[in-house]
Every structure is written in C-alpha cells, then in structure tokens.
C-alpha cells in the first residue's frame, strides 16, 4: 500500500511541531537544561556499563572503568549542586 504524495506533503500533514520555550520561565529553562544534563550522562553511564559487560579487552574495560567512574562522579556532582 502506497502512501502516495512527496514528503513535504506528508511532513506537513501528520508532523505536528513541539514548541516548548514559549513561556517559560529561566527558572524552567534551567530545570529542564538540568533534566536533560542529568539524562543524558545516566545514558551514558550505561551505555559504558553496557559496552564493559561484552568487552574482553583489558586496556578497554580499565578505560572504560574510568570513564563510568567520572561519568558518575559527574552525576553526583551535580546532584548535591542542585540540593545546595
């Protein structure tokens, strides 16, 4: 089953924008930059965690060891900052 029409057509259709900066506050803006920071190295952290569990190289997992030990320090860097 074709959808037929461009893409543009399609875009513009079923695409629906997501405008969240309107009317925020710098208090918002703030928490969901530091939401999103947050998020981000919690992926990061497992996505490290997950390349140590299937590696066999040694060098790599020390390597890896250590970037999922500041990536978590950076965490609870953050953390205590925003308690504060």
């Known amino acids: 089953m074709a959808l037929g029409g461009t893409t543009v057509e399609y875009d513009r259709k079923f695409a629906t924008p997501v405008v969240t900066h309107i009317n925020q506050t710098d208090d918002e803006k703030a928490a969901l930059e530091y939401n999103a920071h947050v ?14 569990e299937h590696t066999t190289d040694e060098k790599y997992k020390r390597y890896l060891s250590l970037k999922i030990d500041r990536t978590n320090q950076r965490l609870e860097q953050l953390r205590t900052e925003d308690t504060k």
């Open 39 to 52: 998020e981000a190295l919690e992926t990061l952290a497992t996505e490290l965690r997950n390349c140590l």
